[in-house]
């Protein structure tokens, strides 16, 4: 069993920024793929973007490429998301997950976070 505590969620004007955290509580944190998805009100949860066990290889969607940035940092068990330049259309609420299964189709493992809250204001 892992868990997945997402943080940094929160209310931003349009071009603003934000940082999501997601923890990770076990040590095998490092032999999984991480990824990030999110939610918004009436739609379907969508990938939003993956990284490697060793952070050296990253994929994004298209709706977020050039504006959002995935990173981990394994000694700490956490993985991040950098967004910048923020559209109201990144509303949702973000979710981290793990183990990730792809490419080609990135598809989610087994554990999730509870999730964060982003909303950005026009």
């Known amino acids: 069993q892992v868990q997945l505590v997402e943080s940094g969620g929160g209310l931003v004007q349009a071009g603003g920024s934000l940082r999501l955290s997601c923890a990770a509580s076990r040590r095998t944190f490092s032999t999984y793929a991480m990824g990030w998805f999110r939610q918004a009100p009436g739609k379907e949860r969508e990938f939003v973007a993956s990284?490697?066990?060793?952070?050296?290889?990253?994929y994004y969607a298209d709706s977020v490429k050039g504006r959002f940035t995935i990173s981990r940092d394994n000694a700490k068990s956490t993985v991040y998301l950098q967004m910048n330049s923020l559209k109201p259309e990144d509303t949702a609420v973000y979710y981290c997950?793990?183990?990730?299964?792809?490419?080609?189709?990135?598809?989610?493992?087994?554990?999730w976070g509870q999730g964060t809250q982003v909303t950005v204001s026009s």
């Open positions: 990284i490697n066990r060793s952070g050296g290889s990253t």
């Open positions: 997950n793990a183990p990730l299964s792809g490419p080609p189709i990135y598809s989610p493992g087994a554990y």
